[in-house]
């Protein structure tokens, strides 16, 4: 069993940077492909980011390429989202996922591990 729980959510301007963690517990979680979703009030969960297991690959939805950077530390157990040049429509709850199983990296139902998510606020 994998638990994942993110911290580092809050408020901050437009403008600003957030740095998310994801901790995940279990010995075999560091061989998972991890990814960062979120979801806005009254809107479906979507995808941001995700990596590959050994880091060597990343990929990003358009609307945060260039401002949010994806990076994990095995080692640690540790997923990282960079958030840089926030504005409000990334207010949202994110939420770390792991996919044991493989799938396409865009997909919720590649995951099958998901934390509780933790809230971002952007102010304009």
């Known amino acids: 069993q994998v638990q994942l729980v993110e911290s580092g959510g809050g408020l901050v301007q437009a403008g600003g940077s957030l740095r998310l963690s994801c901790a995940a517990s279990?010995?075999?979680?560091?061989?998972?492909?991890k990814g960062w979703f979120r979801q806005a009030p009254g809107k479906e969960r979507e995808f941001v980011a995700a990596?590959?297991?050994?880091?060597?690959?990343?990929y990003y939805a358009d609307s945060v390429k260039g401002r949010f950077t994806i990076s994990r530390n095995n080692a640690m157990n540790t997923v990282y989202l960079q958030m840089n040049s926030l504005k409000p429509e990334d207010t949202a709850v994110y939420y770390c996922?792991?996919?044991?199983?493989?799938?396409?990296?865009?997909?919720?139902?590649?995951?099958?591990?998901w934390g509780q998510g933790t809230q971002v606020t952007v102010s304009s």
């Open positions: 996922a792991a996919s044991s199983m493989g799938g396409s990296y865009f997909r919720l139902s590649s995951y099958d591990y």
């Open positions: 990596i590959s297991w050994s880091g060597s690959s990343t």
């Open positions: 279990g010995r075999t979680s560091s061989s998972y492909a």
